[in-house]
């Protein structure tokens, strides 16, 4: 899937687009009521007609819009699910067991699984999760002999009311999806591991934390009003 990312910016750099790496932003700058600028950490100021923002919207009047009177109002929202993230390298034959998009739902106890991730804020008790195989598509995407995974477990969001021990839940959820996946015929992934990358909710301090603030550890984003918990 990350060639579909590379494919639009060689055409964006066909129109002349330049593309700024490894290029944190401090702030958004604004006159009058629209943004002029944006400010990188170095001090570097990038004059623009036009400022995107494609961060998460309470980190980006939290964050990047420091002093809009509509940052506090942030707070109050109501958010959606965060997820816990596995990113494996695998050793060994490709399973024809996975295809390029896999998603294990556990359907006999979905509402449950809901209640759970939205109004608990933790992992359900038998979580649904989805698994990208991109090498079913993309070979050269691992080496001949191994296998390239990543796995999405949903779960609450952070809540500063309700703590939740993500390293349990990160144990959890992992030891949930082996036993899945054993049940579709994988009983040996776990020894077959030979690279793991995680991404959790929480991050500790030099995990990233400033680039993941607080409010933006969820995966869907703010919920729409009067509606069930999604993603607007």
């Given at each position: 899937?990350?060639s579909?990312?590379?494919?639009l910016?060689k055409?964006a750099?066909g129109?002349g687009?330049?593309?700024?790496y490894?290029?944190?932003?401090k702030r958004?700058?604004?006159a ?5 600028d944006?400010?990188?950490?170095n001090?570097?100021?990038?004059r623009?007609?036009v ?12 964050e990047?819009?420091p002093?809009?009177?509509?940052a506090?109002?942030?707070?109050r929202l109501?958010y959606t699910s965060?997820?816990l ?9 490709r ?18 699984s ?5 109004h608990e ?7 649904s999760f989805?698994?990208h195989?991109?090498v079913r ?17 949903p779960?609450?969001h952070l ?6 021990d993500?390293p ?10 082996f036993?899945?996946?054993a049940?579709i015929?994988l009983p040996d992934?776990?020894?077959?591991i ?5 991404l959790p909710p ?7 934390r ?6 933006q550890?969820?995966?869907?984003g ?5 509606q069930?918990?999604?993603a607007?």
């Amino acid at each position: 899937m990350y060639s579909i990312i590379t494919s639009l910016m060689k055409i964006a750099e066909g129109f002349g687009a330049t593309f700024h790496y490894n290029a944190p932003v401090k702030r958004v700058d604004t006159a009058d009521g629209r943004a002029t600028d944006v400010t990188l950490e170095n001090g570097e100021q990038l004059r623009a007609d036009v400022v995107i923002v494609n961060a998460d919207l309470p980190y980006a009047y939290q964050e990047l819009l420091p002093g809009d009177p509509d940052a506090p109002r942030m707070d109050r929202l109501k958010y959606t699910s965060s997820t816990l993230m596995f990113y494996w390298g695998v050793k060994g034959e490709r399973t024809d067991k996975l295809l390029h998009h896999n998603v294990f739902l556990s359907d006999h106890v979905y509402e449950k699984s809901f209640a759970e991730i939205f109004h608990e804020h933790l992992l359900p008790t038998e979580p649904s999760f989805y698994i990208h195989a991109p090498v079913r598509t993309v070979p050269e995407f691992a080496p001949p002999d191994a296998d390239a995974l990543m796995v999405l477990v949903p779960t609450g969001h952070l809540d500063a009311a309700r703590r939740q021990d993500f390293p349990e839940l990160q144990a959890r959820a992992k030891d949930w999806v082996f036993q899945r996946l054993a049940c579709i015929g994988l009983p040996d992934l776990k020894e077959r591991i030979v690279l793991e990358e995680t991404l959790p909710p929480h991050l500790e301090p030099g995990q990233g934390r400033d680039l993941w603030p607080e409010s933006q550890r969820h995966a869907g984003g703010v919920s729409a009003p009067a509606q069930p918990p999604q993603a607007v």
